[in-house]
């Protein structure tokens, strides 16, 4: 698996804290494989679908194609089940976005997230917050009235700086102006947080 199969701030995170962890490369792989699922409404059956062939295949111990074989260390029996408890609670979002969904759905993903992190390093979690804004970014759901209101409360409480970053260019560069996030704009921002820490 190369870096343009993961979410580049998770690239990132796997360099400075998950180097040789096939476990968290193949999580955030798999993060980034959901998130990157459009939800349309015409396309909802499509999209059902994809999530229940994922399943099946990561059920069923097939990671013999170009996804799942992203996915072999969840063969393991504790951290597949985790892992199609992820993919079932993905699959519970429901399009047109409402907040309320989209954050008990990122809460539930993300509790399930952490505990496969955990079995790696214990001392990193990421946000459910960061996880939500991620997917809304690859998505381009910047129009949120709700995103608008809360700010602050999304940005605070957020420990990870790679994460916290990106949040705060995201509400600068996207809800604010609807702009994209370069990748240079996001290190020269993550930079400037860490030295003023």
């Known amino acids: 698996m190369n870096s343009r199969n993961l979410f580049y701030v998770r690239d990132l995170q796997i360099n400075f804290f998950f180097k040789n962890s096939e476990i968290i490369r193949s999580l955030f792989f798999l993060e980034y494989y959901l998130f990157n699922l459009n939800i349309k409404v015409e396309e909802i059956l499509v999209f059902k679908l994809k999530l229940k062939w994922l399943y099946d295949e990561i059920d069923k111990n097939h990671f013999n194609n170009e996804i799942t074989s992203n996915l072999l260390p969840f063969k393991d029996k504790i951290l597949k089940k985790k892992v199609l408890k992820i993919v079932e609670t993905f699959s519970d979002l429901i399009y047109p976005i409402q907040i309320r969904n989209i954050e008990e759905t990122f809460e539930k993903l993300n509790k399930e997230f952490n505990f496969i992190i955990h079995q ?28 608008k209101k809360n700010i602050s409360d999304i940005e605070r409480n957020i420990p990870d700086y ?21 990748k240079t704009n996001y290190l020269i921002n993550l930079i400037f947080n860490i030295l003023n820490k």
């Open 162 to 182: 790679f994460e916290k970053t990106f949040i705060k260019v995201f509400f600068k560069n996207c809800v604010q102006k609807n702009k994209k996030i370069s």
């Open 120 to 147: 790696e390093y214990l001392r990193f979690d990421s946000s459910f917050r960061f996880q939500m804004i991620q997917y809304l970014y690859n998505n381009r759901l910047y129009e949120l009235e709700y995103l």
